[in-house]
């Protein structure tokens, strides 16, 4: 093997673009390894750990590009230049500059063209003063990175409430601002029903059962992880709430949130009930479900309820044994761990090797160093080819994620292994979250993870649903 480590001082791409094109090289014809990534210190770290030579990174910094590579021969490294100025290239818009130099700072990009948002994706220590930045230039801001601390987020949301301004996150991975989606989100039509709340995930399932159904999204407004938190006190959230009710091209609201404090979910509740607007509050616990959630928005719309799709699986067979549960959103998997234990029990949230368990691989623990599982499905693929050999297992429940900034094609990724995993005699379950229009194709992805074994759902309240009775011996 041949490692080259390439530094590019003073070159800078957002952290979703970097993971995608790390993501395409590891997958380029002799690649063993790649990380491309700015110079920050938990990068470097973790170039370490995969063996880089550390001496070749002595002096680099956050504000450097890195491209490291390992491949099996000098002809193999050659192809990668042109796949990673390929894969940092791609999706580019016209509004990108051309002949002019780059602004390096917010606030003297925003007064250059007249912007009145700013997204942050950068690292998380960096982010707070970029976005302070941005608030005092008179920007919303969306702030895409995480690791960002509690402290600052609350000095960011109070600078925002002085200035009549909304701050999207920090830790905010999805959002859709008049109808242009931002971080990750799906392509969905345009309409009259808006959204805001402290869920990347239960958004995106959302709109994209609204979409199903043939309603359309004006806006989505993401409130970061911690906004419903007692410390934060639903800051953002209110805020978004009170804008979109005097919104007169919104015509439902809905609240959507992962587990809530409940000091704060009685602040919101309150806050919708005072509404002009209706109001759907939509917060994750038991009893609540994101399809119940869209069929309410119906109703407030003269709609019947919706039956959403189903791909459903070419056999029903499976061998009998606990629940395995691999997501890569915090608030599906909070959705249906409420759906689930109430059918087979108390369920592991962490990785266990026995018992039934449902993870977030999202989360921050499995994150650390490396893409999110929306556009690097590694660690989930092989947690899924160990559940193949577990005979503690029966029944395996995981999502994936179509949409803007997501993997291109997951289906091919996770097929071989459900393959593997129906053979064994392993039910599979999938909710596939994506709308019609999104680039990666609904029914080709779905398409694919039928045809390997799969039963799918468009909605996961029902996929989990599913799984609960196949574990529990009703179905």
């Not at 996929?463 to 574990?471: K, P």
């Amino acid at each position: 093997m041949i490692d080259r480590i390439t530094v590019h001082s003073g070159r800078y791409h957002d952290s979703v673009r970097l993971m995608q094109a790390s993501q395409v090289l590891r997958t380029a014809a002799g690649v063993e390894e790649a990380l491309v990534a700015m110079g920050t210190e938990l990068n470097l770290t973790l170039l370490e750990d995969l063996h880089f030579d550390p001496e070749q990174l002595v002096g680099v910094g956050p504000n450097d590009l890195i491209v490291a590579v390992r491949a099996v021969d000098e002809a193999a490294l050659a192809t990668t230049d042109q796949v990673l100025e390929e894969a940092l290239a791609a999706k580019r818009g016209s509004s990108e500059p051309t002949d002019s130099p780059p602004a390096h700072l917010v606030e003297t990009a925003a007064a250059t063209i007249g912007a009145n948002l700013a997204l942050i994706s950068i690292p998380g220590r960096y982010a707070f003063v970029e976005a302070m930045g941005a608030l005092r230039a008179g920007l919303h801001v969306m702030v895409f990175s995480d690791n960002v601390s509690i402290e600052h987020e609350i000095l960011l949301k109070e600078e925002a409430a002085k200035r009549d301004l909304l701050v999207m996150g920090p830790d905010c991975g999805t959002s859709i601002v008049g109808g242009i989606g931002l971080g990750f989100a799906n392509a969905v039509r345009p309409g009259s029903v808006s959204l805001v709340g402290a869920s990347g995930t239960g958004i995106q399932q959302l709109t994209c059962l609204l979409d199903d159904a043939g309603v359309g999204i004006r806006h989505a407004w993401g409130t970061g992880s911690r906004d419903l938190s007692e410390a934060v006190g639903g800051s953002s959230t209110l805020r978004g709430l009170t804008a979109l009710d005097a919104d007169p091209g919104t015509d439902v609201i809905v609240v959507v949130s992962k587990p809530p404090a409940t000091e704060v979910a009685t602040a919101v509740r309150a806050a919708a009930a005072h509404c002009s607007t209706p109001v759907v509050v939509a917060f994750m616990e038991p009893g609540s479900t994101l399809e119940g959630a869209a069929n309410a928005v119906l109703s407030l719309l003269g709609r019947e309820p919706a039956t959403f799709t189903i791909w459903p699986a070419a056999s029903g067979d499976h061998r009998s044994g606990g629940l395995r549960g691999l997501f890569s959103g915090g608030t599906l998997r909070d959705e249906a761990r409420f759906i689930v234990e109430p059918v087979i029990g108390p369920l592991f949230l962490t990785e266990t090797t026995e018992g039934s368990s449902l993870v977030d691989y999202g989360d921050d623990l499995y994150t650390e160093g490396r893409a999110h599982p929306m556009i690097d499905q590694t660690v989930r693929l092989e947690r899924l080819e160990s559940t193949v050999t577990n005979t503690s297992i029966g029944v395996v429940l995981l999502d994936v994620v179509l949409g803007y900034g997501a993997n291109p094609d997951p289906a091919v990724e996770l097929a071989p292994v459900i393959r593997e995993l129906s053979g064994a005699g392993i039910a599979v379950v999938a909710t596939l979250c994506g709308s019609k229009g999104d680039p990666q194709g609904l029914d080709y992805q779905a398409g694919l993870l039928q045809k390997a074994g799969a039963a799918v759902f468009l909605s996961n309240a029902a996929a989990a649903t599913r799984a609960a009775e196949l574990v529990g011996g009703e179905a």
